[in-house]
């Protein structure tokens, strides 16, 4: 129970964290990246790549401590999109022959990456635009291609269905609410779910980016904008299974929170 001058502003179960959301085996499979999106440790840390063994060990840990749900798998790009994409595909896969759970996938696309990944057996997909600023884009992720992005979700969401196709969208890298509302109906027009993420500046990034913690005021107003967008094309996050949308801790969730 969380109080105010008194009064019960909010209030809530405990839920046991397993690996390391509530009900969700969540999973980095490479921690490392060739890219340098300037807001992301990733590419700093130089860290390990799991094999399919110690994937399914954290699946294995994750029902052991309690009720999964879900499993979900997001990555950098170790050596290729398309070595990364193809390891991804391998990995679902194998998941899904050993455990009866639904799969979603984080990736940089590919040309093939969103059949491939659907063939191995993932019913949701994200691929990431991270902000539809075309200014900053271009200025925090270097060698990265907003168009190419783009049109990969399209084709995911002929290929993944309505309601399994979503993307992050960072807010308080510098964009005007004006260019969030603008991004939002591009994306839900086409059948995607934005996911609005706010900034969390990290400190190995510390002096390579200025960000803006987007305030809860604005963060509120967006994510109406948001919920406005997704039931007016018909859309609801309520339906997604894995990752970030049934999550919602680090977001304000839409048709969730509010």
Known sequence: VV????????????????????????????????????????????GHVKTIA???????????RGTVR???????????????????AEVVRHLAAQ????????????????????????????????????AIFERVCPGLSLDYILS??????????KNRVSSNFIIGLGETDACVQEGIETLTSM???PNLRPISPHPLRKGEIAVDRPSGYRLML???????ALERHGLDVRVAQTMCLPCTGCDLTPQRDL
């Open 152 to 161: 990969s979700l399209e084709n995911a969401v002929r290929v993944f269905g």
């Open 222 to 228: 967006l994510a109406r904008l948001n919920k406005s």
């Open 99 to 134: 455990f009866d759970l639904p799969i979603g996938v984080s990736v940089y696309p590919t040309a093939t990456s969103t059949e491939d990944l659907h063939a191995a057996g993932a019913i949701e997909i994200k691929y990431n635009v991270e902000t539809m600023d075309r």
């Open 70 to 88: 879900a499993i979900s798998l997001t990555s950098g790009v170790a050596e290729s999109p398309e070595k990364e994409a193809g390891y991804m």
């Open 191 to 193: 059948g995607v779910i």
């Open 54 to 64: 110690e994937i399914t060990g954290l699946v294995d840990a994750a029902l052991a």
């Open 3 to 46: 109080q105010k001058e008194g009064r019960i502003i909010a209030y809530g179960t405990l839920e046991i964290p397993l690996c390391p959301c509530p009900e969700h085996a969540y999973i980095t499979v490479s921690e490392r990246c060739i890219f340098d999106c300037k807001f992301c440790p990733v590419p700093k840390l130089n």
